[in-house]
């Protein structure tokens, strides 16, 4: 037993913290042990001392917010959860990595009462905390008087080595340090192991002086095994500096206790062994027995629990107050929390005249409808990597957010896509926000980790993705987005559009705002589209529709999305006129298409008429509506808009020729594929 200079209970809290995290692998046979016993410490700390929480009302509005960025730890923060009565039994910890539990492999916030945020990709969680940290200071610039401090909170966040070594680390924690953003406090588990081994195989910066170049307050803290007063001293601290944000680095022994495996990589990602967890138990003093907590451990939980219903009781009384004082802005905060949108809110958005409006780029409307939105949905708030005069997405009258003006409501990420995603995450995991944020389609690869977890995690993140196509021009291939809209389509719970006129875009983001758990991309042109007769935002709010309709059967159909869809509205004039009835299909979004019943399916897309699709995209994912594609194989080229699109056969004069040719086809080879003939499993299509 090591010469602890706490009171005895302290360590025993501490070490029965260790004991269950460890239990967790041990019972499933995989996961991670030793970061949660190296930190123990700061769990017990944070659960005890410094937090506000409420297990019996996880989402109170006053709580702090705690994010664990280094997610293959999450047997510690179920430990935490299960002391402090979240509803995680000892049966669910039992249950640690099994289909169906509680208690996953890595953090999930739709599934387990305690978790903001779903972590595991490293970096994403310490990322997502800027954006908490973000929305407490909005909010509290936005509703806080003298007298009621309604948004009073700080985020915590334990994090590892691997967590600072992401780049989308350095982009969020950079954009924190030039915000000020002073109630964001990180402890950083410097433990110097990877799962390679010591950090010293590939990590050997000073990260303390990265992060105070950062402009974050900086602190170290050599020993919390054999006390935990420098700790708390250095948390104190910490709450006191309000114009930095802080990070302690906490020297910890990763898989302390383990006499065989404590200090090494072998504690990292594998259970201890049945042998080993019972010596590491008896150097603790505790039993050999699974999720065991001795009684007068509990009792400190359980007085922690005690003090913050106080608390609780407390901020709803102040809230009471609030109300009484403030009753149209309390109003507001429980409307938003709601996740309720304002009464006719998406009936403002454009609806587009031709003849009357004028033909512009789809970035363009897209502005229109922000503009449309901003004004009435007070929570609507975003921003751009730096790209803000090309995507359009700066509001008409608003405040830009920054460190001496925490009302704002426009961000500025600044080049950082990886980390906006991130942080919009946060952001909207806060409760009360609905984020969006901005860059072209081509990079939006830097940040397909954070739309990945805007989807899994059922965030409503709104993503505006500008120069969508080869269309952009001069730019060239490195700007021209070819593959992108088949990654973003292919990730389950996303809508991604692809609005062709201004009534597709009022389409796409009426779904965005109405959506409550998926995420939007819309993917919007540079280049100016034309309206369509038979556009309208009923329509495209079905995915896909018949834009130009025939007199009878269609002898060819014409399945397009985005500017292509005006090349084919060209191409079917002229296909008509030479004795071929051709309709026109726009597919905006082909997940909502998808999403619709089949009989309206089958009435846009029989399946069994000569049908093209033309995208200037990737050809897969097109192969289940239509029988040939015109399509992107090949990276763009540098050039004028028209003349790229030209060289690549996106004009109506190739449309025409490749739609005869493929009409001749069936003539001369039989019947036409039906489509539509095949098997489709329901249960392997995600609800939205």
Not at 292 to 313: L, M
């Amino acid at each position: 037993m090591v010469d602890y200079k706490g009171p005895a209970l302290e360590l025993k809290c501490v070490n029965t913290i260790r004991a269950v995290s460890a239990d967790q692998p041990e019972a499933a046979n995989s996961g991670h042990p030793g970061a949660p016993m190296g930190c123990a410490p700061m769990a017990y700390l944070l659960w005890t001392e410094l937090m506000k929480y409420s297990g019996s009302d996880p989402k109170w509005l006053g709580r702090d917010r705690f994010v664990l960025s280094n997610g293959h730890a999450c047997a510690l923060q179920y430990t935490m959860l299960h002391l402090t009565k979240y509803g995680l039994t000892k049966e669910d910890l039992g249950q640690f990595r099994q289909l169906g539990g509680p208690t996953p492999g890595h953090p999930e916030c739709f599934l387990t009462s305690g978790v903001e945020v779903c972590t595991g990709p490293l970096g994403m969680g310490i990322s997502n905390a800027v954006g908490l940290a973000m929305a407490e200071t909005h909010l509290a610039a936005t509703y806080n008087t003298p007298d009621h401090k309604i948004f009073d909170n700080f985020t915590y966040v334990i994090c590892g080595d691997g967590c600072l070594q992401e780049g989308v680390s350095a982009e969020s924690c950079s954009l924190a340090g030039h915000l000020g953003l002073g109630k964001l406090i990180v402890f950083y588990d410097d433990n110097n192991i990877t799962i390679d081994g010591d950090t010293e195989l590939s990590f050997t910066e000073d990260t303390q002086k990265r992060y105070e170049s950062y402009g974050w307050h900086v602190q170290q803290v050599d020993d919390v095994v054999t006390q935990l007063d420098d700790l708390r001293a250095a948390v104190k601290t910490a709450q006191e500096t309000s114009d930095k944000p802080s990070i302690i680095a906490i020297k910890t022994v990763i898989g302390y206790g383990s006499p065989g495996k404590q200090g090494t990589h072998g504690v990292h990602g594998a259970p201890l062994g049945k042998d080993e967890l019972v010596k590491t138990k008896e150097f603790y003093g505790l039993p050999d027995e699974m999720f065991h907590v001795p009684d007068d451990v509990q009792a400190v939980f359980d007085e922690a629990i005690k003090k913050n219903d106080t608390k609780v009781a407390e901020w709803k009384a102040l809230f009471e107050a609030y109300k009484a004082a403030n009753a149209e802005k309390a109003a507001e905060i429980e409307r938003r929390f709601a996740g309720e949108l304002p009464a006719g809110l998406v009936d403002g958005l454009p609806k587009f005249t031709i003849g009357e409006d004028k033909d512009l780029a789809t970035r363009k409307f897209s502005e229109q409808c922000i503009n449309a939105i901003s004004p009435n949905l007070i929570e609507f708030v975003g921003g751009s990597a730096d790209l803000t005069p090309s995507n359009c997405t700066r509001p008409k009258d608003i405040v830009d957010y920054q460190k001496d003006a925490r009302e704002g409501r426009y961000y500025r990420f600044g080049v950082r896509e990886h980390g906006m995603g991130a942080v919009s995450n946060g952001l909207y995991a806060y409760g009360g926000m609905r984020p969006y944020c901005a860059t072209f389609l081509t990079f939006m690869q830097y940040m397909l980790g954070a739309v990945r977890l805007s989807a899994l995690s059922r965030f409503p993140v709104l993503y505006v993705f500008t120069h969508d196509s080869i269309g952009l021009g001069e730019d060239g291939p490195t700007h021209q987005p070819v593959e992108h809209l088949e990654q973003l389509r292919a990730i389950p719970n996303l809508y991604c559009f692809r609005p062709a006129d201004s009534n597709e875009m009022s389409a796409a983001y009426k779904v965005a705002l109405e959506s409550k758990s998926t995420p939007t991309c819309i993917a919007a042109s540079r280049s100016t589209v034309k309206g369509l007769y038979g556009s309208s935002v009923e329509k495209a709010s079905k995915g896909g529709y018949v834009a130009v309709e025939t007199d009878g059967t269609a002898d060819l159909i014409l399945v397009s999305s985005g500017s292509e869809v005006g090349f084919c509205v060209e191409a079917a004039k002229n296909l008509t006129a030479a004795g071929i009835k051709t309709s026109v299909v726009s597919m905006p979004c082909v997940d909502l298409f998808l999403e619709q019943p089949e009989d309206y399916q089958a009435s846009v897309l029989p399946g069994n008429i000569p049908t093209l699709s033309v995208e200037a995209s990737a050809p897969h994912g097109w192969h289940q509506f239509s029988h040939a594609q015109i399509s992107m194989n090949s990276f763009g080229a540098s050039g004028p808009g028209g003349a790229v699109y030209k060289f690549f056969g996106f004009t109506p004069d190739n449309i025409e020729t490749k739609a005869k040719a493929l009409v001749e086809h069936y003539k001369a080879n039989g019947p036409v594929p039906a489509l539509r003939n095949r098997l489709v499993f329901k249960d392997n299509i995600p609800e939205h």
